[in-house]
């Protein structure tokens, strides 16, 4: 049985839609009403954003789920896909799930979601989540004698925008490459600090994270060395320095 379905109601009040997906056809049915409650809830939790949390009926694969941050999709829940049944009245969106690939009738599109197979819950983001050394909560860059602190503030550490930054680029860093879980083993699997590409002194508070914009997964280091200038070195310039060592 899908994990999901033990504890669905916990899901359900962090603000997640889950939906289940029929075990051979894959179709499943999202109603807008649904997706504004979510929206909704999310909210009230300090979420940005939820998830579509599509699972099957039937499995033998307790995590044979997707995880599909719902901005990743959103262009295709609109008006124009809405499907009206004549039968009773209702109004909803009538999707299909299979291959890894979503379909939302009458858009003619197909999403691939595949890299949101077997994604953490938001109830098992505790590694994720977790606070390296060099992280502490202030909007400042200093220097302890040949020590460089990183320091990032709450817009880096907002635990449903890191979510969905890794889940959309993997928890891999962009500069360098390190995966943590492939290197140290599936203890510290999806483990990364995420970096904000606006300078955060430009942000002001009424702000709101767009993680497919505004983030990007790196590793400890690179993250330092990013903040190891005035202003801030961009993600290219670090990458040509690491680029350039390993020539």
């Known amino acids: 049985m899908s994990i999901v379905e033990g504890i669905r109601k916990t899901l359900e009040s962090k603000g997640e839609c889950v939906v289940r997906a029929n075990a051979n056809s894959g179709w499943f049915a999202v109603s807008p009403q649904k997706i504004e409650s979510c929206r909704s809830i999310a909210k009230?939790?300090?979420?940005?954003?939820?998830?579509?949390?599509?699972?099957?009926?039937?499995?033998?694969d307790e995590r044979n789920h997707y995880v599909i941050p719902f901005s990743f999709v959103a262009d295709y829940f609109v008006k124009d896909s809405l499907t009206h049944s004549e039968a009773n009245g209702s109004i909803r969106w009538n999707c299909t799930l299979k291959d890894g690939k979503l379909h939302v009738s009458h858009t003619g599109r197909y999403a691939d979601i595949s890299r949101f197979h077997r994604a953490m819950l938001i109830t098992e983001t505790a590694v994720q989540d977790s606070i390296i050394a060099e992280e502490v909560l202030a909007n400042e860059v200093f220097s302890e004698g040949s020590v460089v602190r990183v320091v990032v503030n709450r817009y880096e550490r907002d635990?449903?925008?890191?979510?969905?930054?890794?889940?959309?680029?993997?928890?891999?860093?962009s500069i360098c490459g390190l995966d943590f879980g492939a290197?140290?083993?599936?203890?510290?699997?999806?483990?990364?600090?995420v970096h904000h590409l606006t300078p955060l002194h430009e942000i002001?508070?009424?702000?709101?994270?767009?993680?497919?914009?505004?983030?990007?997964?790196?590793?400890?280091?690179?993250?330092?060395?990013i903040h190891s200038k005035r202003p801030q070195?961009?993600?290219?310039?670090?990458?040509?320095?690491?680029?350039?060592?390993?020539?």
């Not at 009230?44 to 039937?58: P, S, V």
């Not at 290197?183 to 600090?193: L, M």
């Open 44 to 60: 009230e939790n300090g979420r940005n954003d939820f998830n579509l949390l599509a699972y099957k009926t039937k499995t033998n």
């Open 183 to 193: 290197v140290y083993g599936d203890g510290v699997n999806g483990f990364i600090h």
């Open 233 to 247: 070195l961009t993600v290219e310039q670090v990458r040509q320095l690491f680029q350039k060592i390993k020539k």
């Open 204 to 225: 002001g508070n009424d702000y709101v994270v767009n993680p497919k914009t505004d983030l990007i997964p790196v590793c400890p280091n690179c993250h330092a060395v």
């Open 159 to 173: 635990s449903n925008a890191r979510r969905i930054c890794i889940g959309l680029f993997g928890a891999r860093c």
